[in-house]
């Protein structure tokens, strides 16, 4: 099953509203990263976050890395119709990344 | 500069066939890994090939094995295929020197259907 658990499966949201995912592990996370999926298309990787703590930002996108390395958010803020997809955050281990089951964004313009 | 390749785009077989599934890896990486994603799904880890080894690998069964060649291609080869191995097959390619920094590039996928 999923090691790492990621919510709201399914967001709607009106253009220009912000959006924000969250991913959760019950362990320590030594990193996490965050891909997009567009529908129809392969994930992309947007990120890897390491430090506890640590605050990233992609214009419009802010990635946070929870203190305890147990969690980590996405947050878009304005979004565009561009936005649209599923959102992946997944943790690395060995050789290994185990990914979460996605939050699926839709934008109505 | 290529990106990650993948083929045949997409692929119909029946229960009990056998399949493979061809990766070239993009430009200068030495890495390739292999992700099951079923519909609606996130990418299930399969196995990652370093020096034409397997070098860690999920809860996939023995039916699914690999290959990794001289120029870093692999191939992902399935037995006696399954209705439920029908899934979406992404490979993607990295650099082992890159350390823990694991930026993967995905390739557009296998689209595998069993009938």
């Known amino acids: 099953g999923q090691q790492v658990m990621q919510i709201p499966q399914y967001q709607h949201v009106q253009e220009g509203e912000d959006f924000t995912t969250y991913c959760n592990s019950s362990t320590t996370l030594s990193n996490i990263q965050w891909y997009k999926q567009r529908p129809g298309g392969h994930p992309v990787f947007l990120i890897q976050?390491?430090?506890?703590?640590e605050v990233k930002k992609q214009k419009r996108l802010t990635f946070q890395f929870g203190e305890a390395k147990k969690n980590s958010s996405l947050h878009i803020t304005a979004t565009q119709t561009t936005d649209v997809g599923t959102y992946f955050c997944?943790?690395?281990?060995?050789?290994?990344?185990?990914f979460g089951a996605g939050t699926r964004l839709f934008v109505k313009a | 500069d290529a990106g990650v390749t993948q083929s045949p785009t997409h692929l119909i077989k029946t229960r009990g066939q056998q399949v493979t599934l061809r990766c070239s890896p993009k430009s200068g990486h030495d890495t390739v890994s292999w992700y099951q994603q079923a519909l609606g799904q996130g990418p299930q880890f399969i196995f990652q090939?370093?020096?034409?080894?397997?070098?860690q690998r999920g809860n996939f069964p023995d039916r699914f094995s690999g290959h990794q060649f001289p120029n870093y291609s692999s191939e992902l080869n399935v037995n006696a295929l399954l209705l439920g191995d029908s899934a979406l097959y992404l490979c993607a390619s990295s650099l082992a020197a890159s350390g823990t920094y694991n930026e993967q590039f995905f390739g557009p996928g296998t689209r595998l259907t069993v009938l």
């Open positions: 090939y370093y020096e034409e080894e397997e070098r």
């Open positions: 997944a943790k690395g281990g060995g050789f290994k990344t185990i």
């Open positions: 976050l390491v430090k506890s703590g």
